[in-house]
Every structure is written in C-alpha cells, then in structure tokens.
C-alpha cells in the first residue's frame, strides 16, 4: 500500500480480543502506528466505554455502539458518567455505529461526536442498502 494512503487506513480491533491477548495488542498496534495506520476499538458499548481508556491503549478512535437505551433520561448518573467519559476520551475521535435513526445521530450530537455509521447515514447519504 503506497504510503500517502495508509493515512485513510484504520484497522479495527474488537475490545474483546485486545484484553484477551494486551501484548499481542500493542505489538499490533505499534507496528500498524509506525506503518501510519490508524487503529480502532472496536466491540466497544456505554457499559464497556466507562472501563476503557483510549489514550492508554494508545487508540486513535473508539467505536461507541447505538443503543436507545443510553439517551433515556441524560440527567441519569449512568449517562452523566458516559457523557463525562466521552468528553474525556475526546468526542471526535469516537465513532457512534449502528445509528439506523436519526434520533442516535442526535443523540451523539449532544455528546459531541462527530462520526457516525449505520444504515441510516447510509440511506442519507444514497447509499444502496440491502437487507
């Protein structure tokens, strides 16, 4: 892959298999960072995100996925712990994922984040989307 495109490369890691294997990880993710690849948490949802620290795993983005439980009642001390993490994990480097309404793109808007996947901005953006 010729160098000025592996920039626009990010290679996903699920958290699951990063704290199964932590070495594994980092060797992965030091060899992908010095080819500049950028790398993702993947696998990652409200509950998981208040035990992951991004900068420590030296991440360049976390995918946060949508579930429309976490914008019920925001004043909730479970959300407020998941809106000051966010905030501390730098909200333009999360991905919110399987945003299928317009009500998760809100909903990460009040957070902050500015990325978005899912059929919906597939849709919104003319993408074909098979079922």
Known sequence: IPEEKRASIIIEFQVSDIFYDIAGY???KDFLHSQNV????DGV???SLLQIDRQSLDAD???LQWNSDIAKNLNKAE???LVAKIKSSEPT???LSRCDDEKAVQYGHVLGIKMFQGWHIDRTLGVKVSS
């Open 45 to 47: 949802n409200n509950l």
């Open 26 to 28: 980092k060797a992965a």
């Open 38 to 41: 950028r790398v993702c948490i």
């Open 61 to 63: 983005l976390i995918k």
């Open 93 to 95: 480097r999360i991905i």
């Open 79 to 81: 959300n407020q712990a």
